[in-house]
């Protein structure tokens, strides 16, 4: 199944809710996931997913209501404990838990997002935008008549990475190393790579930052990190755990949200160059479409939380210490909210989309994200007249990411 292609509504309540297993990422791509969602939403809302092999059972909210009542109750649903499934069904949990800034709860998380705010200075905002517009362009005209190639590893890939790299100050010459390491940490391109690995590539990444934030203190520059190493909240001083920890975050987030995007955005547009027309004649508002896009694809599809307290939710008892996992693919598939949902609708109008978050743990690089999206949906409208798909898109497997890992495709 691919992204542009919904399940049957016909046929969704023959769905065998207990032969889908949401820790398992092989489940996204052998289910007809549209289906699945829509059963869920229409007769299992609150969800008790039972034990896996994976960890622990947990509950799933599926309807977008429940979901955004989750995001803006944190005194509820504690995010300190872990925001993903995998991490929150592994006995020692996540290794950033408590620290990073979309795993921190009240008191430390707003003082530590206003401090991370200030960081991002209007200097900083500026150089990354200016340097994004230019890149996007060369990246894409270099392909345009050039047969086909992979738009996932020579064009989306290069983007996030780059600006993520560029807010953080990071060299030029480790980002390709960057790159392979934050696709690993949270996803696989098959099926062969287990929990483990990813768990060794994550701590690979912690490593790194920690000495990047020594390189900085000895030689600070206008970037992010350099900011952070020199931060204060309340008079004290960020520890070197938490500004390691931010900034293996700030990777993380930065890299996956956005790309995954724009892969699905070429996806849609090559199967639907109507959609694309309709964009290069003006036809509709680019800002627009690129919140359609982050609603369309939703590659972060679930967040995780952990009960903070017995909670009854569609007259079932969710109890403290459960995890909850709110899963934004569904929310944003909701009938009960948006219009014909499973339809690509360009100019989609409201479209309060739960795909970078909401709440007090709004995604903080949401400008970034959108940019990028921006700069490729400007570039394709100035240079390309058509995008041809020439293979089948390439799956993803990850039960936190949804989206594809190779897309081939042909641009003139």
């Known amino acids: 199944m ?26 996204f791509w052998s289910h007809d996931m549209d289906a699945v969602w829509r059963r869920l939403r229409d007769e299992h809302p609150v ?10 059972g947990f509950w799933v909210l599926s309807r977008y209501d429940d979901v955004m009542a989750m995001y803006k109750d944190s005194r509820t649903f504690l995010s300190a404990p872990g925001n993903m499934l995998e991490s929150l069904q592994k006995p020692q949990g ?54 086909s190639f992979d738009f996932a590893s020579e064009v989306a890939e290069e983007i996030p990475i780059w600006v993520i790299c560029d807010l953080l100050g990071f060299p030029e010459e480790d980002r390709p190393r960057l ?7 949270l996803s696989a391109d098959s099926t062969d790579q287990t929990p ?24 600070p520059c206008d970037d992010l990190l350099s900011r952070m190493a020199f931060a204060e909240v309340d008079g004290e001083p960020l520890t070197d755990q938490q500004i390691i920890l931010n900034c293996y975050g700030f990777l993380l987030a930065g890299d996956h949200t956005s790309r ?34 982050i609603r369309w694809t939703t590659p972060v599809q679930h967040v995780g939380r952990t009960a903070a307290a017995d909670v009854e939710l569609h007259g079932r008892r969710i109890r403290r210490g459960d995890i909850v996992t709110a899963w934004n693919i569904s929310a944003n598939r909701d009938e009960r909210v948006f219009a014909d949902p499973d339809t690509f609708i360009p100019d989609r109008s409201p479209n309060k989309h ?31 007249t058509e995008i041809e798909i ?11 990411l949804r989206g594809y890992s190779g897309l081939e495709l042909a641009l003139r």
């Open 94 to 147: 996540d290794p950033a838990a408590g620290e990073v800034l979309f795993m921190a709860d009240a008191p430390d998380h707003q003082p530590l997002r206003a401090i991370l705010m200030k960081s991002f200075t209007p200097a900083i905002r500026q150089f990354v935008v200016e340097r994004l517009a230019a890149r996007v362009e060369k990246l894409i005209t270099d392909r345009i008549g050039t047969g």
């Open 196 to 219: 483990e690995e990813r768990w060794v590539i994550r701590n690979e990444l912690l490593v790194y930052c920690s000495q990047m934030l020594d390189e900085k203190r000895d030689d």
């Open 2 to 27: 691919t992204l542009t292609e919904p399940g049957a509504a016909a046929g969704s309540g023959d769905i065998d809710l207990a032969g889908v297993d949401l820790s398992d990422p092989r489940t």
């Open 47 to 56: 969800h008790r997913h039972p034990d896996t092999p994976q960890g622990r």
């Open 354 to 384: 739960v795909g970078l978050g909401n709440g007090p743990h709004f995604c903080l690089g949401a400008f970034l994200g959108r940019a990028e999206i921006g700069a490729v949906l400007s570039t394709l409208c100035k240079n390309v």
């Open 260 to 293: 995954l995007a724009m892969i699905g955005a070429m996806e849609q547009f090559g199967r639907r160059p109507d959609h694309l027309a309709r964009l290069k004649d003006g036809a509709v508002d680019p800002g627009a479409v690129v919140e359609e896009v």
């Open 179 to 185: 790159l392979e390491l934050s696709r690993s940490a």
């Open 390 to 400: 020439t293979g089948a898109p390439k799956p993803m497997y990850s039960t936190f």
